[in-house]
């Protein structure tokens, strides 16, 4: 699969900036918009599967609390009220489509564990052929990663491997990899397409500033490389309008689309 049009089976990875305002709360219009392309384009034939962040944020506005806790109990207890809510929208908004959702909640052991791994696969596997949208986040009560170093997107990478998916599209703040961060330098260049992750990618690939996206590009670059060898083309693209979706996926330049592995 060297065109991300021709993708069948798509892992799409929504952050937390993606589906909320800087005040924590959801950003109901964008949700709603995000749910109706996604159930769109299964219409159209493809298969979806979302790794969805965004359990601490939604919990903090439904707790009520000032900002977000600091510590990791506080997070995960955060999560765990968060991530009802998050289901709770998503069945409602795809179901409106006729779109059925699932609940996966990951850790990263499972993926090294054969057992386990296998076991991951099978659900997955066996929802996406049930015609089911597999909803997934890092279970943040048994494991703390993500909370501690912030990112679904290496996940949602090990996500696509793991499903075979063909693309991997990544849903972010800002409309794709620059050549430096555009909140530090206003001059900083979009680069279209990335056919190789050498060192100066990694290098120009920074940590993030928002206080509500938590991983940064670099995590996105280990994201493109995982992508890579497992030969899943991957791109990111900016979230705040869902409809770049379909560009992308018409064929049309959008964001930035990593080639390398191929
Ligand atoms: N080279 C770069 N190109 C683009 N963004 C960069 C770069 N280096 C660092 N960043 C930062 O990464 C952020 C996106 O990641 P993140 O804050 O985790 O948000 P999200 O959760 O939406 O992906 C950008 O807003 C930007 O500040
Ligand atoms: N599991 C946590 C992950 C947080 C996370 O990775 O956030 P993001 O950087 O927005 O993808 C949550 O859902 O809040």
Do not use: W
Not at 8 to 19: A, E, M, Q
Not at 148 to 168: C, H, I, K, Q, R
Not at 184 to 211: C, F, M, R, T, Y
């Amino acid at each position: 699969m060297s065109q991300i049009s021709e993708a069948k089976r798509i892992v799409i990875k929504i952050g937390t900036s993606t589906l909320a305002y800087a005040t924590g709360r959801i950003n109901i219009r964008r949700f709603e918009l995000l749910c109706k392309v996604l159930s769109d384009l299964k219409n159209s034939g493809r298969e979806i599967v979302l790794v969805s962040s965004g359990a601490v944020g939604v919990g903090v506005a439904k707790l009520g609390l000032p900002e977000r806790p600091k510590d990791i109990p506080g997070k995960q207890a955060t999560a765990a009220v968060g991530q009802c809510e998050l289901m709770y929208l998503y069945d409602k908004l795809f179901l409106e489509k006729n779109h059925k959702v699932a609940q996966i909640l990951l850790t990263r052991d499972g993926f090294e564990q054969p057992q386990r791994r296998q076991n991951m696969k099978n659900t997955f596997d066996r929802l996406l052929s049930l015609g089911a949208i597999p909803i997934v986040n890092e279970n943040d009560t048994v494991a703390t990663e993500e909370l501690e170093f912030g990112d679904n997107d290496t996940l949602s990478s090990m996500v696509a491997a793991l499903t075979e998916a063909d693309a991997l599209i990544i849903l972010s703040d800002i409309d794709g990899l620059y050549d430096s961060d555009p909140h530090k330098n206003p001059d900083a260049k979009l680069i279209p397409v990335v056919d190789q992750i050498d060192s100066h990618i990694e290098e120009i690939a920074g940590g993030s500033v928002s206080g509500l996206g938590t991983g940064g590009m670099s995590t996105k670059i280990q994201a493109a490389k995982i992508a890579g060898k497992a030969g899943v083309t991957m791109a990111i693209i900016n979230g705040s309008d869902p409809n770049l979706l379909y560009d992308l996926l018409d064929g049309k330049t959008v964001g930035t689309v990593f080639t390398a592995g191929k």
